[in-house]
């Protein structure tokens, strides 16, 4: 239990560094933006110099720089993460508003890409060169090739040509279903690739050899032993697939007219909104955080004796 504690509060310190340093880039990033969220808030409208210095004075924007990093950490650590100037609501409430569509792409894309690389893996792992030439090469293409060129390809032949499903703006599972797949695509390569490498090394063990010498079925073999040790350098690539589906979210979001945060984001830095960009990076560096966590649990799910090395 000791350790266990021990773990976890190392753990902790590890997140509260990363939030902290997510939320300090991102302020500063955007104090040295061009633009004066005045002008935001004041609509562009010609106003008198009275009127520009009381809204500076209202946001805050006459104080040193320090003491405004000072105060966006206060209201961070309070869970207050500002009010937006373009859309005059809270930040919390603009992100709770679009998270729910951004998660569901994310979950839908993630799952999608995992069943195409488990069916790459398992049906070329240990088979002739040329099958698994072939199907390394379909899987750098699919990872080399620009998400939003795979949403205007799909949306061409599947929405305007054979109109299957709706080409913006779809609410539904049929809405869903080509940006979820737009998503896919890139993360479809590397996982195969992971999943396969794994899957040959303990094809290469002395305990796989045997129990295919013995007349074992070579797919129980994969789907028994050799897949659960792949599954460990799998997880792994869960923190760089957060990344992937948040970066991804802003351009297919905005290729396919859906909801969510990536569109929020694209707007808010355009219309330089600093509270809404802020707000989602912190949430984003949350999620994070948090997958990591998830994952160094599944790793001891996975293999149990990696529980005492983390200890």
């Known amino acids: 239990m000791t350790g266990t504690l021990r773990w976890l509060a190392r753990r902790l310190a590890l997140s509260v560094l990363v939030l902290l340093g997510a939320a300090t880039v991102s302020f500063g990033a955007l104090q040295l933006a061009p633009g004066d969220p005045v002008q935001i808030v004041l609509g562009g409208t010609a106003a008198t110099p009275a009127a520009v210095a009381q809204v500076r004075a209202d946001l805050g924007l006459d104080d040193p720089l320090a003491v405004r990093y000072g105060d966006f950490l206060g209201h961070l650590v309070r869970g207050d993460l500002g009010h937006s100037f373009q859309l005059n609501a809270d930040v919390s409430d603009v992100i709770l508003d679009q998270l729910w569509p951004t998660a569901q792409l994310a979950l839908a894309g993630f799952a999608i890409a995992l069943g195409l690389a488990l069916v790459l893996a398992l049906s070329t792992a240990g088979r002739r060169p040329r099958l698994r030439l072939l199907s390394s090469t379909v899987e750098l293409v699919l990872s080399s090739s620009p998400s939003f060129w795979i949403g205007v390809l799909l949306l061409t032949v599947f929405s305007f040509q054979w109109q299957l499903f709706p080409a913006t703006g779809g609410d539904g599972l049929d809405g869903l279903v080509l940006p979820a797949v737009t998503l896919a695509v890139g993360m479809v390569g590397p996982f195969a690739q992971v999943l ?88 984003s560096a949350v999620a994070f955080v948090l997958i990591n966590l998830v994952v160094d649990w599944l790793y001891q799910v996975v293999d149990p004796r990696l529980k005492e090395a983390h200890l």
């Open 196 to 283: 396969r490498e794994g899957m040959e090394s303990v094809l290469r063990e002395p305990f796989a050899l045997s129990a295919l010498a013995r007349g074992t079925d070579r797919s129980a073999v994969l789907t028994r032993h050799a897949l659960r040790h792949a599954l460990i350098p799998l997880v792994t690539l869960a923190g760089w697939a957060v990344g992937t589906l948040l970066s991804g979210a802003v351009v297919i979001e905005t290729v396919f007219t859906r909801q969510g945060l990536g569109r929020v984001m694209a707007s808010a830095i355009s219309g330089r909104d600093l509270p809404v960009v802020t707000g989602v990076v912190v949430v």
